[in-house]
């Protein structure tokens, strides 16, 4: 008796087990990889349970096994397939949502400074892209260095409108420039004749777009060399899906009334593979209200 258990019992757990995980998988309607995997762990059990009666000849055990191990191989290169494939989605998204987020903090920078310049927002892309290509912006340009000392007595005067504050610090930036306009006084040949800060108009490709750091940023962050040409287009769509610009020259917030200005769009990805249809909806801006936070602050 002890013979026939030891000799029977491996091989029926294994069918018994074979069919409770196919009936698994029918009723809970598991994928392919999950029902090819039960088909062999039953087959598993049902040649060793034959092997072990002495049912099937071992020519025909080899042929059933050879068979079970190829699908074996089936089941694991699509299991790779399908593993591959949702690593290279992820990655693909993750890349995806970066540059979409990197190009609408861009677009929003640029409205940001049109808006100032002109009082409304650009409200589409031929016109927006020239902007960047041949549009200034304020820049300061410092000429001279803050003297290297606390301002004396007859300088605290003149910021103080003649009180004589103690003093603690150096002089600071703000300080220096307006001593920097009192041509009469005591030390200005000497410390502020060739001081200045003023505010002058300059690329904004080259301030912006140009700048060293911003071009090192996005080489950090695997992006292509910026391009004006290429905002308009959402990312990864082959440039056949626009961002969507929508402006207003004048909402009343209140008792003021301000230009509003909203960007966006689905990029052709979703956080989980499969849902919303494989898109995510990403956008900056409100047409109602004068605010320009991003989805992705939120």
Not at 31 to 59: E, R
Not at 243 to 268: C, H, N, Q, Y
Request: some cysteine; overall charge neutral.
């Amino acid at each position: 008796m002890t013979v026939i258990l030891k000799k029977y019992t491996v091989p029926v757990l294994f069918f018994i087990l074979g069919l409770i995980v196919i009936s698994i998988g029918i009723s809970q309607n598991q994928g392919l990889l999950f029902n090819m995997a039960a088909v062999m762990l039953f087959v598993a059990g049902a040649l060793s349970v034959f092997l072990s009666t002495g049912t099937l000849k071992s020519g025909i055990v080899y042929v059933l096994g050879g068979a079970a191990g190829i699908a074996a191989i089936v089941a694991l290169f699509f299991s790779w397939k399908s593993v591959h494939e949702t690593t290279v989605y992820n990655s693909n998204y993750k890349e995806c949502k970066a540059l979409a987020i990197q190009n609408l903090q861009d677009i929003r920078y640029v409205q940001k400074i049109y808006v100032a310049k002109n009082g409304k927002y650009i409200s589409n892309w031929e016109d927006l892209i020239h902007f960047v290509k041949n549009g200034t912006m304020p820049y300061m340009d410092p000429i001279g260095k803050v003297p290297n000392r606390t301002v004396d007595v007859a300088e605290n005067k003149y910021l103080h409108n003649g009180k004589n504050p103690p003093v603690d610090n150096d002089m600071t930036e703000a300080q220096a420039y307006i001593l920097s306009k009192w041509t009469e006084g005591p030390n200005w040949e000497r410390d502020f004749k060739n001081f200045k800060r003023d505010t002058i108009q300059k690329s904004l490709m080259e301030l912006k777009f140009n700048n060293i750091s911003y071009t090192k940023n996005r080489e950090k962050l695997g992006f292509y060399r910026f391009s004006a040409d290429s905002l308009p287009f959402i990312p990864f769509t082959n440039s056949k899906e626009e961002w969507t610009i929508l402006v207003k020259d004048s909402v009343k917030i209140g008792a003021e009334s301000f230009p509003t200005l909203r960007v966006e769009g689905f990029i052709p990805f979703a956080e989980v593979q499969g849902k919303n249809e494989d898109k995510e909806f990403i956008y900056f801006g409100n047409t109602s209200i004068n605010n320009l936070d991003g989805s992705w602050e939120e």
